[in-house]
Nanobody, 123 residues
Framework: QVQLVESGGGLVQAGGSLRLSCAAS????????MGWFRQAPGKEREFLAS???????RYSDSAKGRCTISRDNAKNTVYLQMNSLKPEDTAVYYC?????????????????WGQGTQVTVSS
């Protein structure tokens, strides 16, 4: 079992930046591929970025160029740096962990989820 706790969300003006963190605890962290998703009101949960133990990454088109996923395996933490934020980035952001060391994009392939952190971007 893996427990995930996101932090770093909040209110930011358009054009600003945020860095989200996801602290993992429980079973060994290094085996897990990690991902970030978001869900806006009335919309499906959307993939943003994923990273495996080796540091290989994958991004959605909406995240590419504005977001950077990284992980600190010593701290059992994964990060999502988001720049040039827009009002349409307003959503709840979720961290997810897979049992495999993979860079999945499909939410159904992730086994563990955090509770989410709210990001609100004002215009």
């Amino acid at each position: 079992q893996v427990q995930l706790v996101e932090s770093g969300g909040g209110l930011v003006q358009a054009g600003g930046s945020l860095r989200l963190s996801c602290a993992a605890s429980g079973r060994t962290f290094y085996n897990n591929g990690m991902g970030w998703f978001r869900q806006a009101p009335g919309k499906e949960r959307e993939f943003l970025a994923s990273i495996n133990w080796n540091g290989n990454t994958r991004y959605s088109d909406s995240a590419k160029g504005r977001c950077t996923i990284s992980r600190d395996n010593a701290k059992n933490t994964v990060y999502l740096q988001m720049n040039s934020l827009k009002p349409e980035d307003t959503a709840v952001y979720y961290c997810a962990a897979a049992k495999e060391n993979a860079i999945y994009t499909r939410r159904g392939l992730y086994d563990y989820w955090g509770q989410g952190t709210q990001v609100t971007v004002s215009s």
